[in-house]
């Protein structure tokens, strides 16, 4: 049974950044399809970015150019490099995951993904 734990949120303010980590522990995938999604009370929750096993990655536009996305695969740990950060990307940042057998891997497949950490707040204020 995976399991996913997220850290690194916290407050800061505009402009400033954070690293979010989220290492998966008790299951190896093959293949893989993992990324960050983000839920702010009251809206609908947001994909953030996606990486696949390939490598592939994808952003949301509101996040491309100041989020990144990597894996560190020998430590099990996916991060979230959030720089030059806005107000508007307060909210709840969970890290989820799954085998990547056939769906795209996008900021849309957080339906696709059967494991989900339990979140790490972020609050950037103005």
């Known amino acids: 049974q995976p399991r996913l734990v997220e850290s690194g949120g916290g407050s800061v303010q505009a402009g400033g950044s954070l690293r979010l980590s989220c290492v998966l522990s008790?299951?190896?995938?093959?293949?893989?399809?993992m990324g960050w999604f983000r839920q702010v009370p009251g809206k609908e929750r947001e994909g953030v970015a996606t990486?696949?096993?390939?490598?592939?990655?994808n952003y949301a536009d509101s996040v491309m150019g100041r989020f990144t996305i990597s894996r560190d695969n020998a430590e099990n740990t996916l991060y979230l490099q959030m720089d030059n950060l806005k107000p508007e990307d307060t909210g709840i940042y969970y890290c989820?995951?799954?085998?990547?057998?056939?769906?795209?891997?996008?900021?849309?497949?957080?339906?696709?993904?059967?494991?989900w950490g339990q979140g790490t707040r972020v609050n950037v204020s103005s």
């Open positions: 989820a995951a799954d085998e990547w057998y056939g769906f795209d891997c996008d900021v849309n497949a957080a339906g696709s993904l059967d494991a």
């Open positions: 008790g299951y190896t995938y093959m293949g893989y399809c």
């Open positions: 990486l696949d096993s390939k490598g592939g990655t």
